[in-house]
């Protein structure tokens, strides 16, 4: 397939393209500093900017999928589904965030009383962007909550899914590596199971 992610340098989107250039696909490699994106087979790094709505609908046209993996804070939700819309391509994915999962009925991760201070921003801006997702009648989207901790890590291929709850293991521990999420990730796009929907992975 034919893929673009906008935020292809990054942790998260680093090992989302390393994945899909395993797999074969055509992955279109979207940052602002291209040159730091690894050299990989089908991977064509490109230079973009996610703030400019008409310039990142131009470089995903053409794309059968789209995929944001990009800090709530340093872009715009609403640019950034502008895009999605206005390239007209067939997918739309978002890298989501942990602290609009439910740690218990209605009760949001991000409004506990052990939530980090520093991650409170940015969580409540991925929840906001969930939020718009959600009352888009045009765009076929998808995001992807990691869980609580997000984190550097072996590429082990077992790992559960979920829908809006956090996930924890045996220990209470709940966590996900960049390689295993970018597993979770690659397979829903060859294989949808969740159109229009948030769903989560962890250990």
Do not use: C
Not at 100 to 116: C, I, N, Q
Not at 132 to 158: D, V
């Amino acid at each position: 397939m034919k893929i673009a992610i906008a935020g292809a340098s990054g942790r998260a989107g680093s090992e989302i393209t390393k994945e899909l250039s395993r797999r074969g696909h055509a992955v279109t490699a979207i940052a602002r500093n291209p040159e730091k994106i690894a050299a990989l087979p089908n991977v064509t790094p490109t230079k973009g900017d996610v703030l400019d709505q008409a310039g990142l609908a131009e470089l995903w046209s053409g794309h059968e999928v789209a995929v944001s993996s990009v800090h709530f804070l340093a872009s715009d939700p609403v640019k950034l589904i502008g895009a999605a819309k206005d390239s007209k391509m067939g997918r739309y994915l978002v890298v989501g965030g942990a602290g609009s999962l439910e740690v218990a009925p209605g009760v949001k991760l991000v409004t506990t009383p052990g939530f980090p201070d520093q991650y409170k921003a940015e969580a409540e801006a991925g929840s906001a962007f969930l939020e718009l997702l959600r009352q888009e009648k045009e765009l076929n989207w998808t995001f992807l909550s990691p869980s609580a901790l997000f984190t550097e890590g072996e590429r082990t291929a077992k790992f559960r899914l979920g829908s809006d709850q956090l996930l924890a293991d045996a220990n209470g521990k709940s966590w996900i590596t960049f390689a295993d999420y970018a597993i979770a990730l690659a397979d829903e796009i060859e294989r949808p199971a969740h159109l229009r929907q948030r769903f989560t992975v962890g250990y």
